[in-house]
Every structure is written in C-alpha cells, then in structure tokens.
C-alpha cells in the first residue's frame, strides 16, 4: 500500500512538471527587433561638403529595408546590404545643423531606429573673380577672391597653349594672390585656383589667360554652356604671329584687307574698350583669335542670347553695371550674367568714328553677302540686343571682337 501511494505521488509531480514545461512554449514572446547602428557619421561631428554614411543592421528574421533619415526625411534606402552612401552637403547652408538617424526593417515587420545624432556642415566654396596683372615680361600676378575660411590652401595650376592644366603652386589659406615668375615671351599662359582642405577640393574659378605676344590679359565666364572672354578683344597680331596692320588714316581705313584702329586713334583707352577690326581680320585664314578660342558665329551668338531671355532682355542681362563707361541712361544693365559688354563704338568705312559710351557693336563670322555680315549691337537706352549687318558695306566698318571658346 505504501508502495502504491509513493507511485501515485510521483507520477502526479511528473504531470504537473510536464504541464508547466509545456505551458512556458506557449507563452508569447516580445518581438525581436532588428539591430541597427550608425557607424558614421558620429554625434557632433562637423562635416565638408559631403560624408560617407555607413550603417550596420542584423535580424534573425532577414533584414527587408534600411533607411536614411536626414531632418526628417528619407535621403537613402536601402533594401540590400551594404548599407554605405556617399551624402552630398553641398544643397545645405554653411555652419548649419543637421539631425540624422537610420532606422532598420525585418521580414516580420519589426522596425528599429538608431539615436539621432546631430552634425554640423560646412562648405568648402571655391574661391571667385581670378583676374591677372602684368608685372613685367617674365611676371604675372593672379588675384582671386577667398569665400571659405575652412581651407587650408590654394592650388594654383596652369597650362602652356593647348597643354593639359598641371600644378603651378600651392599657397596657405587666406592668401588671395600669387606671382608667376616663369613667363617665356611668345606663350600663351592660362590660370585656375582652387581651395583644399586634407579631404575635399573645391570647384575652380573662372579661367584667365595671358597673351604673352600682345602683353594682354583676359579673363573667361561660362554663360550656359558657353565660355566667353569677358574683354573685348585687343590682339595686335594674327595667331600664326603676323601683325595685324594699324591703321589711322581715314582713306586707308576703306579697304578689303585685315586692319584695326584704337577708337578715334585715341591709345590710351583700348585697355578698357579693345581695339576695333574691319570683317576681314576677323575673317582671315591666319586667325585673329587665340589658340582655343574663335570668333562667334550667328548662331553662337543667338545661343548666347536665348539662353538669357532673348532678343527683348538679354542686354542688360549682358551690359557692364553702371556708367563709368556707359551713358548715365544705362541704368538697367544688371550684367547678371558677367559678360561685361562695353559701349566700345564704331568706326564707318569712310573712317570716322561714332558712338563710344552709347553703343557697343559686335562681329560674328557669318558672312551676310559679299559686303556685309551679321553682327550684334546694345544702346545704353534699351534692354534688348540686336542682330544686323549695320550697313551694306558694313565689312569694312570697324567693331568690337569677343570671342567663345572652341
């Protein structure tokens, strides 16, 4: 009997073992959610211009979908590993903060988020405005302006004629000049700078270049997809070394041969205004413009115009602002594009001259007729530019030369 009763008592605690063994499976467990960590950036850090974002996340469940939070809104998902992306700071404001986070999903629909971490962007900007001073035969002083103060230096670089650009020289940040000491006579010299710090490079400045043949310098902007010499052209001398002939006598001046003139044969202003040239210099086999550069066309030249408005608006758009050489009518260039067009007058073919401050006329290469060819023109009263071959003998009057690159 005491045996049975022992039995009895064991089987019973097995039972009640076994339940309570099978009753703890079926109690539900809290989702596993995915883990998810921000490797970089990390809290407080400051970044230039752009940062490699890499994220790390893992679930037993597979992991569906990653995305990157920025501000609040979703900049990157990812539905693959690795979870790695380059991020462009550029669109945000300089010394502004920024909130991100990642946040993780899996197959059953659990999600996770990292903390927030907040950073601080700076931009690296490019430094504006390089121009060019002639020192001497064998110097040239380039000038820029400085716009970031994370930089840690400039690099200047420079190419000889149709050469590819290679580093001049390096100068400390906040230094907005430098002197190169190694000009050869006869080369044609072209200049860019751009900052740098140990990570990050900045865009380049505009281009500008030295004739070292005609002591000139000119400076370059890119207008759509153009780039324009922002100076009237000033060459004395075709491309292949031939002068150019100077011609002041108003007989001579009618003619169908190259030739130029100062404006009213005054000297002293063709540094700002350029010289005037009939239609056949600008239209000789030997080329009066530099090595990489080209008279603009008809069409160039209507390219330009469209892409700032067209014909009714783009010369303000195009005019220098003010009237330290414009008429004091000039009053709505707002030369947004930074062309600079300069009233630089005309010369007839019987060889007087007219219009210096009030009007500036422009060859293309587009013949019209065996007389004349198109041109563009803009008056310190109007907006507007405009397309005419002038006169019926107009190759032979003088006008302004730009010139696009090739």
Not at 33 to 44: A, D, F, G, R, V
Request: with cysteine; net charge negative.
């Amino acid at each position: 009997m005491k045996k049975f009763f022992f039995v009895t008592i064991i089987l019973i605690f097995s039972m009640y073992f076994f339940h309570y063994m099978n009753c703890d499976d079926n109690i539900t467990k809290p989702p596993e959610e995915p883990e998810i960590k921000l490797i970089s950036p990390t809290n407080n850090e400051i970044l230039v211009d752009s940062v490699e974002v890499e994220i790390t996340a893992t679930d037993n469940k597979g992991i569906t979908q990653v995305d990157l939070i920025v501000d609040n809104e979703i900049v990157k998902t990812w539905i693959i590993s690795p979870y790695i992306y380059m991020l462009d700071l550029t669109s945000y404001s300089d010394s502004s903060i920024h909130q991100i986070y990642a946040r993780a999903y899996d197959a059953d629909g659990n999600i996770s988020t990292t903390p927030i971490i907040s950073v601080s962007v700076r931009l690296l900007s490019s430094p504006t405005s390089l121009s060019a001073d002639i020192i001497s035969d064998t110097q040239i002083r380039l000038n820029w302006q400085d716009n970031s103060n994370i930089e840690s230096g400039f690099l200047i670089e420079r190419r000889i004629e149709d050469e590819f650009y290679c580093k001049l020289a390096e100068v400390n940040a906040n230094i907005t000049c430098f002197v190169d000491s190694g000009i050869i006579y006869g080369n044609n010299y072209y200049y860019r700078v751009r900052a740098f710090t140990t990570s990050h490079n900045s865009a380049y400045t505009n281009e500008v270049f030295f004739l070292s043949s005609d002591n000139d310098v000119y400076t370059t902007v890119k207008i759509g997809d153009q780039f324009w010499m922002v100076e009237n052209l000033k060459v004395t001398h075709y491309r292949n070394g031939d002068n150019i002939p100077l011609v002041t006598d108003n007989e001579q001046w009618d003619r169908t041969t190259g030739a130029y003139c100062d404006y009213n044969n005054n000297t002293t202003i063709s540094d700002i205004y350029g010289y005037l040239y009939n239609w056949y210099a600008v239209n000789d086999s030997r080329n009066i413009a530099p090595l990489g550069w080209h008279i603009p066309s008809d069409s160039e030249w209507q390219i330009l115009i469209d892409y700032l408005g067209g014909d009714d608006v783009a010369g303000n758009k195009m005019k220098e602002i003010g009237i330290s050489h414009w008429n004091p009518t000039n009053t709505g260039a707002t030369n947004e594009s930074g062309f600079t067009a300069l009233p630089g007058g005309l010369r007839e073919a019987s060889g007087s001259f007219h219009y210096q401050g009030y009007t500036g006329y422009w060859w293309s290469s587009t013949s019209n007729d065996t007389k004349s060819a198109w041109g563009r023109d803009m008056n310190c009263n109007q907006s507007q530019v405009s397309r005419s071959t002038f006169s019926s003998q107009s190759k032979k009057y003088g006008y302004s030369v730009r010139c696009v690159k090739d």
